[in-house]
């Protein structure tokens, strides 16, 4: 499992605890998440790649790699140069996504101004209103946990909008399934970047979360599980 931006392997615990069939788990930490490393100079989408090529052959017998977000970008972009028995990706995002917050968010970030970093991608990104950011603000914990994720959101939001745009993703990969969360269908940012995603997975089938958005994992983490274990199926 490779999670997203904002996210570690511990916001994806409970889905992977409540996954049925697998008889292994690993949800990878990427870089910038402790205890993995910083993001490198020169990161972009192919650090990603590889690393979770390294992760991959670490196992003798992968039978789904599951990527969230920019971890479902990575996981299609992986299986077109691995082969992959079957990839299922949760509401991947690609170019243009978050293009228009890049500057606000490389300002935050040369500036190492952590609050400023997670407010932009909240508000620009996810499009988030201002007092429902204030709200998360003032809840000491929760916004030190989003500090702490937020540190490598410019160059994630950059590594996304200078990803390589192939004809077609995820072409070495067996079987394809692609989930958005019924709350986001046809809604900016999620929605509209699931649809170009879509566009380049010709053959994936699509698969839709009634009442769900992009934090799934965390709203109805039992769910999302039960969904991914049916999508299993054949494949184990």
Do not use: K
């Amino acid at each position: 499992m490779v999670p997203g931006g904002m996210a570690d392997a511990a916001a994806w615990a409970a889905v992977a605890e409540h996954l049925q069939g697998w008889p292994t788990v690993a949800v990878v930490n990427r870089r910038g998440r402790h205890p993995s490393g910083p993001l490198p100079d020169g990161y972009r989408i192919g650090t990603e790649v590889q690393d979770a090529a390294a992760v991959l052959r670490a196992f003798s017998d992968v039978r789904t790699l599951f990527g969230w977000s920019y971890g479902g970008l990575v996981a299609l972009h992986l299986a077109n140069d691995v082969a992959i028995p079957h990839v299922v990706a949760y509401e991947p995002v690609m170019a243009p996504f978050g293009a228009e917050a890049l500057a606000d968010l490389r300002a935050a970030h040369e500036g190492d101004d952590l609050d400023a970093l997670v407010a932009v991608a909240l508000q620009q990104v996810t499009g988030m209103p201002p007092d429902a950011v204030d709200r998360l603000r003032s809840q000491d914990a929760v916004w030190a946990g989003m500090r702490r994720l937020g540190a490598p959101l410019y160059l994630e939001t950059r590594a996304i909008n200078e990803a390589p745009a192939p004809a077609e993703l995820a072409t070495q990969a067996a079987r394809v399934d692609l989930v958005l969360g019924g709350a986001n269908r046809g809604e900016a940012p999620y929605g509209t970047s699931f649809e170009d995603v879509v566009r380049r997975t010709p053959r994936a089938t699509v698969h839709l979360l009634p009442g769900q958005g992009h934090l799934a994992h965390l709203q109805e983490p039992g769910e999302l599980a039960a969904l991914i274990s049916r999508l299993r199926g054949p494949t184990a």
